[in-house]
């Protein structure tokens, strides 16, 4: 199966002109679709509704969306009726086939005074694929500091392996005669985490490697796939201000495993061609 993660910039390409076809044609024919940076009622975007157009380009596609934050952005009173015009900003999960269960993993986060800082999070959504029921992903860390990200990759780690533990969105539903969702262990973790290979907090996510042995495959750490496969991992994010010199451009992408996946990682790739936003799609073949 083909899973692909997508930092779509609001629909936004590198020549700095909206395109969600182009965007959307980039990921198309995948099993499963990690989007981050999806919007509702965006000033950016003119006002789009990205799921709604996401949804209507891959009519084949089942859908989760998970809004880190809502704000008022101009809300008003038509016809004696409440119409409600909020901001959405959050990460999108597309499959092929239903999604089982989904639930939105809002991180940790610290008041800022001088930049930008949204409410960042991960999409959970509960997926059947050859290898049995398996979680997936839709990634964002924040883009302004090594500490926020910290917190951010402790709590999702926690949650990650915590999930047999907890029950993920609900469990006990035997009581009202359904049978109980699955508890799977093996989760396949994308998305946009702004952190670069060898930084303190990618060493949460995936380990530090031994000076003999490497990085083990262990429950408590997940598995980099662009390093499973061989070759040198491609960048993920163009420099806009210069986008010729790819000395600037940074792999702050991942498709991270579980370490039961780690066997079944049959193809990882960065699509270069691809220029509908500032991040690149990742691919990633199981089998």
Known sequence: MKCVSYNIQFGFGQDAQFDLERIVDAVRGADVIALQEVT??????????????????????????GPNLEAE?????????????????GNMILSKTPILLSRNLLLPRTRSYDRVNLQRGALEAMIDTPFGPVRFYSTHLDHRGADERMAQVRFLMDRLLAYPLEGGAISGISE????????????VLMGDFNMLEGSPEYHLVAG????????????????????????????????????????????IDYCFVHPLLASKIKAFHVDVEAVGSDHRPLWLELG
Do not use: W
Request: with cysteine; charged share 25%; hydrophobic share 40%.
């Open 73 to 89: 952005i101009g809300s008003h009173v038509k016809n004696g009726k409440a119409v409600d015009v909020r901001l959405e900003f």
């Open 40 to 65: 509702r009622n965006s000033p950016m975007n003119g006002g789009r509704d990205l799921v709604a157009d996401i949804r209507a380009m891959l009519p084949d596609y089942f859908a989760a969306f």
């Open 176 to 187: 009202m005669g359904f049978p109980e969702p699955p508890t799977p262990e093996a989760y």
């Open 208 to 251: 530090t490697p031994d000076h003999e042995f490497g990085t083990p495959l262990v429950a408590r750490h997940a598995v980099d796939a662009a390093l499973r496969v061989g070759g040198a991992p491609q960048p993920t994010c163009v420099n806009l201000e210069d986008p010729a010199d790819a000395s600037l451009h940074k792999r």
